[in-house]
């Protein structure tokens, strides 16, 4: 059974950073892409980054490109979203994702797996 946990985060003031974390269980972690999505109240859940199996790769939504950087530890299992400059609009339940194939990867219905989220709050 595949199993996505995140962790990390939290309430953050404006301007602050935060890194999230997503372990994940039961599968041979390396052979997938791994994305980060998120939803806001009463909004659509939305792509944020991508990462190929060997992080060679990445992709980001444009909100977001130059403040998050996603990266991999195959090692260990785990993929992470730092996220720096966090604006009130970054507020979401954050999702890690796992799919086959770096294409797709906006498009939450390519991916496979998903984890439970984790809430991230920008205060002023």
């Known amino acids: 059974q595949v199993q996505l946990v995140e962790s990390g985060g939290g309430l953050v003031q404006f301007g602050g950073s935060l890194r999230l974390s997503c372990a994940v269980a039961?599968?041979?972690?390396?052979?997938?892409?791994m994305g980060w999505f998120r939803q806001a109240p009463g909004k659509g859940r939305e792509f944020v980054a991508a990462i190929s199996y060997s992080a060679s790769s990445t992709s980001y939504a444009d909100s977001v490109k130059g403040r998050f950087t996603i990266s991999r530890d195959n090692a260990k299992n785990t993929v992470n979203l730092q996220m720096n400059s966090l604006k009130f609009e970054d507020t979401a339940v954050y999702y890690c994702?796992?799919?086959?194939?770096?294409?797709?990867?906006?498009?939450?219905?390519?991916?496979?797996?998903w984890g439970q989220g984790t809430q991230v709050t920008v205060s002023s």
């Open positions: 994702a796992e799919k086959q194939g770096f294409y797709g990867l906006s498009s939450d219905y390519e991916y496979d797996y």
């Open positions: 039961g599968r041979t972690f390396r052979r997938y892409v």
